[in-house]
């Protein structure tokens, strides 16, 4: 389908970012699908169990949905890597409507109860592939949009740039991200495309099945109101399409309150916020210096 709108959901071999691609394809796009992972069996859940997923299944999935799936290799912490996957978007289809910036370093030690001292120093990987990576996603991204003069570019986050979560690198790379969409807003102003921070609830992915097995005290009550993943894509279709998304542009959202604002359900059934027991994100600031 020509008029099909185009994504790219990148770190969606599996978790979030699958289920994100996933919800992309129920609505009929051509969902571009990067990770790392070709051969099943390569990663590894907190366990040391082995966790399924690859690219190629996801867009195969995507497909299956109704959509178009195109798995992309790509390691975010390449700028080479990710130049090249830009190039193929744009040789392939001449345009991006949304980027979802989903790639991020998972740490073995990540949900430890350890302080940031006693993790290994590798845990700043986190601040590298997730941060950083999304800035270098979204220059490209922008690249593209401002000249097509549409299009939306969204973090996933959470309630870790609020709360203390994970310990303090994975809290730094939220927070930045929600600063990303933030300042990227100022710049992208007038231009026809927005920037968007998502606040995730819980989510029903593989690692957080692990999780709850592992640390079932923590994580029974959050997994039974877990989100499906795949509501994030729908959620964000629905801002894209806001008639107040300028308004929303550069702003941190909580994905279960602005879904019930914009009347998106998961699978049927609203979500809960977490606001009152996490935490608020910063409103948006209109001092602007250069």
Known sequence: MADRKVALVTG?????????????????????????????????????SVLPGTVAETAARVTELGGEGIAVVC???????????????????????ILVNNAAYIHHQLIEKLPFWEKEL??????????????????????MMVKQGSG??????????????HGP???????????????????????GVAAVSIWLGPQVTERSEIARKTNPEQYEEF??????????????????????RDELSG????????????????????????????GSPRPKNPAAIY
């Not at 700043?124 to 922008?142: P, T």
């Not at 990303?180 to 007038?190: N, P, Q, T, V």
Request: hydrophobic share 40%.
């Open 12 to 48: 969606a071999s599996r978790g979030a970012g699958a289920g994100i691609a996933r919800g992309f394809g129920e609505l009929g796009y051509t969902v571009y699908v990067t990770g790392r992972t070709v051969t099943p069996g390569d990663a590894k859940g907190w366990d040391g």
């Open 75 to 97: 390691d975010h912490a390449d700028d080479a890597q990710v130049a090249r996957l830009f190039a193929q978007i744009e040789a392939e289809q001449g345009r991006l409507d």
């Open 122 to 143: 590798d845990a700043v990987n986190m601040i590298d592939v997730g941060l950083r990576s999304s800035y270098v996603a979204s220059w490209y991204a922008a690249k």
């Open 152 to 165: 939306l570019i969204a973090f996933t986050s959470s309630f870790g740039a609020s709360c203390y979560m």
């Open 169 to 191: 690198a994975y809290g730094a790379q939220k927070a930045g991200i929600d600063k990303l969409a933030h300042d990227m807003e100022h710049d992208l102003r007038g231009t």
């Open 223 to 244: 997994i039974a109101m877990a989100e499906n993943p795949e509501f994030t894509a729908h959620i964000l279709d629905a801002i894209d399409k806001a008639p107040n």
């Open 251 to 278: 702003q941190t959202l909580i994905g279960a309150e602005i879904a019930k604002e914009l009347g998106v359900q998961d699978r049927g059934h609203d979500r809960i916020s977490h606001r009152e027991m996490l």
